[in-house]
């Protein structure tokens, strides 16, 4: 498949498609759309930022289009659970914006907002809920939500729900939801635990893998600076000075890390901002928009807060700790170099991280260029220490800036240790039929027929 064209969607996804700038599918989307427009439930594994969302967005709604119907009264017919309320805003706007020639409706469901205008929304009915889990939980002992006459189920980012302890309200959650439904299951890794979930949620499913978690994007130039802990404001400073920095991410691995290091920024000259899981919703969406405007083109996050952010020509990706999980090294990376443009990707390590950093180059089977500050004075001007403030423009910020580019959402700010399965290396495409549960067939055997026909 070379263009969306030819996987024979919607016309009103198609032309929603063209007004974006869509023409060619990503290898995911062009492997898990024609069968999941089958009716066949999706098994996919793939890192943030292949184009996941299209690849269920897409053929639900075209699907949607193909049964019509409405939403049921207190309920969804297609449920999507994501482990942040970032990214269930994204994949909210994602299905708004595919679907804006069709009229379904679209409602989120996340914590850090008031319950009112959720209740409302639920009361009506929905044809799309993006919720996560705990929020979700809370409507649904309250008998705010129903999920029995709910069509299709997707999780997304499934790996990162279980890290986060969601996983028995995910139990409780899937038990709402009538057994003859449609199921598509996203994953970036695929331990043993996960494996053991979609196996339970998913029949007879297509298994679509992408771009294996061991191997990093290969648009991004991957640096790291071996620098004494007092160390890292001077050359995270020198580096922002640098040039060619635009919208630049700094991980932090605490929520109060991420405070601090803003406040660093600031007394530096910086516009900055923090985004974690005690930052309000309205605070969270307001740094997210200074960030992508450029009034404030620095964002300090930890990875659960980052979980979502798809935000376009990311130029620098700072990890001022590494993570203690080294798959979460290669989420942190791939929010830059997206789309096709090329990134840069520096870590700042401290001798006590030396064994983090071992343990990421096992994992992504690489060896990262490394400079030491502390044996070499030679390190060029704007990655060094650097205690004079930047020159400021007219607005306040430095010159070389200006212009760059509850509930229900985080439990912690923690990363499961569980070890990942060993990826292949190859995109493939193969239906997992061992042992798998046979969905019976319904009366005429069609492939192509709709999958809303069958039962609820």
Known sequence: MTTFAELNLNPLLLSALEQAGHITPTPIQAQAIPPAMQGRDIL??????????????LPILHQLAL????????????????????????????????????GFSVATVFGGVGHAPQ????????????????????????????????????????DQMLDQGFLPAITKIVAAVPKERRTM??????????????????????????????????????????????????VLAGILRGEGVGRVLVFSRTKHGADKIVKSLEMDGFPANAIHGNKGQSQRERALAEFKSGKAPILVATDIAARGIDVPDV??????????????????????????????AI??????????????????????D?????????????????????????????????????????????????????????????????GARKRPAAPGGSAGRSFMARGR
């Open 315 to 344: 130029t620098h990706v700072i990890q001022h700790e590494l993570p203690e999980v080294a798959e979460t090294y290669v989420h942190r990376i791939g929010r830059t170099a997206r789309a096709g443009a090329g990134g840069q």
């Open 370 to 434: 490394s400079e030491d500050q502390r044996s070499n004075p030679t390190i060029p001007l704007n990655e060094r220490a650097v205690p004079t403030r930047p020159q400021r423009g007219r607005q306040g910020q430095p010159q070389q800036q200006r212009g760059g580019g509850g509930k229900g959402g985080e439990r912690q700010e923690q990363r499961s240790s569980q070890p990942s399965r060993p990826a292949q290396e190859r995109s493939y495409v193969k239906p997992m039929n061992d």
């Open 185 to 234: 299951f996203f994953s970036a890794t695929m331990p043993s635990a996960i494996a053991q979930l979609a196996s339970k949620m998913l029949i007879d499913p297509v298994r679509v893998e992408v771009t294996p978690v061991a191997t990093t994007a290969e648009r991004v130039n991957q640096r790291v600076i071996i620098l004494d802990g007092a160390s890292k404001r001077g």
């Open 67 to 102: 049964t019509g119907g409405h939403p049921p009264r207190g309920g969804c017919r297609v449920l999507v659970l994501s482990p942040t309320r970032e990214l269930a805003s994204q994949i909210a706007e994602s299905f708004k914006s595919y679907g804006r020639h069709m």
């Open 347 to 368: 870590a700042l390590v401290a001798p006590d991280e030396i064994g983090l950093l071992r343990a990421i180059e096992r994992l992504t089977r690489q060896k990262i």
């Open 119 to 158: 209740q409302r929304a639920l009361a009506r009915g929905v044809d799309i809920l993006v919720a996560t889990p705990g929020r979700l939980m809370d409507h649904m002992q309250t008998r705010n939500a129903r999920l029995d006459h709910t069509q299709i189920l997707v999780l997304d980012e499934a």
């Open 44 to 57: 996919g594994i793939a890192q943030t930022g292949t184009g996941k969302t299209a690849a269920f967005a």
